[in-house]
């Protein structure tokens, strides 16, 4: 997801409630079971704004004694018409807010079972897409219907049942049927696997990817759309390029999307690996909001033009020279798609990494000296008002500093390292190590500590869990040839190594909180505090 003015849309709640446990808590009710599949069916009738259709979910059963009950999401106003199991056997269930408990009974371990859940009724709308998302009934330029879902952080229970916890993805993929008036066409994630008219004005076009995907990857697209295809020469192969475009778009879309496609895609299979979806090909949507990540179906909404709707964060004019929506939302294809938190609390890994994709975008593009101009151009979208993580196992999301903050933290590692080679091996092993997989913040850090051979725990720790910026305190001796320096302003511990250069020479500091004193020399010249700040988001004093 991207950021808006620098931040969520909202702050994560001070309170919680049963239904935040419910919902962000691997319950009893969820931990003994897998899910293998979701087969997706819906309907959607632009001219109530209703909804209706079921969600056949596969799993296997994880372990032998479990309790009898599942829980299933669907948020409210929604309701679940009827709960069929292997086809057979109508399910009892109850309803506690958004989530329902379905009784199954004793099921064997290792065995699979399919779960189709029907539902129906008036979803919830996008009160600002898509920050604050929903269903999409909205009308094209040429007052034409135009529908979509957005409900990153609200949950894609917000419009079909499912395990609305992004701990568990469909191992082996998803798929998305969708009926809609034959006037229109109905694209989403994956490849199309089918297309007919129906005898009732109707038509019905299924979709379907073969990898993991987040629940809230999973989207419908409904308007007049054409679509215009490219094959590109990737890592990895041959990659199935598609854009689906409104009509009168297609132009347009022909001369500017493929450009920055390839140039998004080179940039960023060189500095995080190989795409990958490559199986489920690669799609750029138009959208009636700015954009979103969705996996093989990337939503867009940037008018066409360079920016962020013509906006650059980081005030430099760089983030004028591509289009911020198409290379954000793809960052996210490796962060937050391929590997996805387990925890709405970390949702860093997937918004710090992809705002950090933008800075190795412009690095990779325009140079080095161009992506640190970038990276600590965005600082001014720091807020400091709350820590990054929220809680946890509470659905809560954290502070919208998780982009800009987020990023610095990442460029401050960077520097730290000081080797671009091991750093570049770092980003595309932790796409290697944790392909398609959901991850804890420790497997990230430690796996980062353990390739730069230093750990980095305390570093993490103080940029996203409290609101201090790290100071630098330099003190000269008064001959001015040795220096004494520590952090402060900082938790215990804290211990960021610090690499000062110029073109012709460097050198490397270890400060903690407690004062070290080192011998200046030739060196002098390197201890420039401004030079110091934009190379690491830190202060000196």
Same mark, same amino acid.
């Given at each position: 997801?991207?950021?808006?003015?620098?931040?969520?849309?909202?702050?994560?709640?001070?309170?919680?409630?049963?239904?935040?446990?419910?919902?962000?808590?691997?319950?009893?009710?969820?931990?003994?079971?897998?899910?293998?599949?979701?087969?997706?069916? *819906?309907?959607?009738?632009?001219n109530?704004?209703?909804?209706?259709?079921?969600?056949?979910?596969?799993y296997?059963?994880?372990?032998?004694?479990?309790?009898?009950?599942? !829980?299933?999401?669907?948020?409210?106003?929604?309701?679940?018409?009827?709960?069929?199991?292997?086809?057979?056997?109508?399910?009892?269930?109850?309803?506690?807010?958004?989530?329902?408990?379905?009784?199954?009974?004793?099921?064997?371990?290792?065995?699979?079972?399919?779960?189709?859940?029907?539902?129906?009724?008036? +979803?919830?709308?996008?009160?600002?897409?898509?920050?604050? $998302?929903?269903?999409?009934?909205?009308?094209?330029?040429?007052?034409?219907?135009?529908?979509? *879902?957005?409900?990153?952080?609200?949950?894609?229970?917000?419009?079909? +049942?499912?395990?609305?916890?992004?701990?568990?993805?469909?191992?082996?993929?998803a798929?998305?049927?969708m009926?809609? +008036?034959?006037?229109?066409v109905?694209?989403?994630? $994956?490849?199309?696997?089918s297309?007919?008219?129906?005898?009732?004005?109707?038509?019905t076009?299924?979709?379907?990817?073969?990898?993991?995907?987040?629940?809230?990857?999973?989207?419908?697209?409904i308007?007049?759309?054409?679509n215009?295809?490219?094959?590109?020469?990737?890592?990895?192969?041959?990659l199935?390029?598609?854009?689906?475009?409104?009509?009168?778009?297609?132009?347009?879309?022909?001369?500017?999307?493929?450009?920055?496609?390839?140039?998004?895609?080179?940039?960023?299979?060189?500095?995080?690996?190989?795409?990958?979806?490559?199986?489920?090909?690669?799609?750029?949507?138009?959208?009636?909001?700015?954009?979103?990540?969705?996996?093989?179906?990337?939503?867009?909404?940037n008018?066409?033009?360079?920016?962020y709707?013509?906006?650059?964060?980081?005030?430099?004019?760089?983030?004028?020279?591509?289009?911020?929506?198409? *290379?954000?939302?793809?960052?996210?294809?490796?962060?937050?798609?391929?590997?996805?938190?387990?925890?709405?609390?970390?949702?860093?890994?997937?918004?710090?990494?992809?705002?950090?994709?933008?800075?190795?975008y412009?690095?990779?593009?325009?140079?080095?000296?161009?992506?640190?101009?970038?990276?600590?151009?965005?600082?001014?979208?720091?807020?400091?008002?709350?820590?990054?993580? +929220?809680?946890?196992?509470?659905?809560?999301?954290?502070?919208?500093?998780?982009?800009?903050?987020?990023?610095?933290?990442?460029?401050?590692?960077?520097?730290?390292?000081?080797?671009?080679?091991?750093?570049?091996?770092?980003?595309?092993?932790?796409?290697?190590?944790?392909?398609? !997989?959901?991850?804890?913040?420790?497997?990230?850090?430690?796996?980062?500590?353990?390739?730069?051979?230093f750990?980095?725990?305390?570093?993490?720790?103080?940029?996203?869990?409290?609101?201090?910026?790290?100071?630098?305190?330099?003190?000269?001796?008064?001959?001015?040839?040795?220096?004494?320096?520590?952090?402060?302003?900082?938790?215990?511990?804290?211990?960021?190594?610090?690499?000062?250069?110029?073109?012709?020479?460097?050198?490397?500091?270890?400060?903690?909180t407690?004062?070290?004193?080192?011998?200046?020399?030739?060196?002098?010249?390197?201890?420039?505090?401004?030079?110091?700040?934009?190379?690491?988001?830190?202060? *000196?004093?």
């Open positions: 997801m991207l950021a808006a003015a620098g931040c969520f849309a909202q702050t994560a709640p001070k309170l919680y409630s049963r239904a935040d446990t419910l919902r962000g808590t691997i319950t009893p009710e969820r931990v003994w079971w897998n899910v293998l599949k979701y087969d997706i069916t *819906v309907k959607p009738d632009y109530t704004k209703t909804t209706a259709g079921s969600n056949v979910i596969t296997n059963v994880l372990t032998a004694k479990h309790s009898p009950v599942m !829980q299933v999401d669907l948020q409210e106003p929604l309701n679940i018409d009827s709960i069929l199991l292997d086809n057979k056997k109508k399910l009892k269930y109850t309803r506690e807010g958004n989530a329902w408990h379905v009784t199954v009974g004793e099921q064997a371990a290792k065995t699979e079972h399919k779960l189709a859940v029907y539902f129906s009724g008036t +979803p919830k709308e996008g009160v600002r897409p898509p920050w604050i $998302g929903g269903w999409t009934f909205a009308k094209d330029s040429l007052n034409r219907p135009w529908m979509t *879902v957005t409900c990153q952080g609200l949950g894609a229970s917000v419009w079909y +049942p499912c395990k609305d916890h992004q701990s568990d993805e469909p191992d082996n993929g798929s998305l049927t009926i809609v +008036p034959d006037t229109l109905a694209v989403a994630n $994956g490849r199309l696997q297309h007919k008219k129906n005898n009732d004005g109707t038509a076009y299924k979709w379907a990817v073969t990898n993991p995907i987040n629940n809230y990857d999973i989207i419908p697209y308007g007049k759309y054409v215009f295809s490219e094959v590109y020469n990737g890592e990895k192969g041959k199935d390029l598609n854009y689906w475009v409104l009509d009168y778009n297609l132009p347009k879309a022909k001369t500017y999307m493929p450009f920055e496609v390839k140039h998004m895609l080179k940039a960023f299979e060189h500095w995080f690996g190989p795409y990958p979806f490559y199986e489920d090909g690669y799609k750029l949507i138009d959208a009636p909001h700015t954009g979103m990540e969705h996996q093989s179906a990337v939503a867009y909404g008018w066409y033009k360079p920016g709707r013509l906006r650059d964060a980081s005030g430099t004019g760089l983030g004028l020279k591509w289009d911020f929506i198409i *290379v954000h939302e793809s960052g996210h294809e490796w962060f937050g798609n391929n590997i996805t938190s387990n925890d709405l609390a970390d949702m860093w890994i997937h918004e710090s990494f992809t705002n950090y994709s933008e800075t190795l412009v690095d990779y593009r325009f140079g080095v000296d161009a992506g640190n101009d970038y990276n600590y151009g965005i600082r001014k979208g720091i807020q400091n008002k709350e820590p990054i993580i +929220p809680p946890y196992n509470v659905n809560a999301q954290g502070s919208g500093d998780m982009y800009p903050k987020g990023g610095n933290m990442l460029q401050t590692i960077r520097h730290s390292i000081n080797d671009d080679v091991l750093f570049r091996n770092v980003m595309r092993g932790l796409n290697k190590q944790f392909y398609h !997989q959901t991850v804890t913040a420790a497997q990230i850090q430690n796996y980062i500590s353990a390739q730069a051979k750990d980095y725990k305390r570093v993490f720790e103080q940029y996203l869990t409290t609101t201090q910026i790290p100071n630098l305190e330099l003190q000269y001796s008064t001959d001015r040839k040795t220096i004494k320096y520590r952090y402060t302003n900082c938790i215990p511990g804290f211990n960021l190594p610090l690499v000062l250069k110029d073109k012709t020479k460097e050198i490397k500091l270890n400060p903690t407690e004062w070290k004193t080192i011998k200046v020399g030739a060196n002098k010249e390197l201890f420039n505090s401004e030079a110091i700040i934009k190379m690491y988001y830190i202060t *000196v004093s």
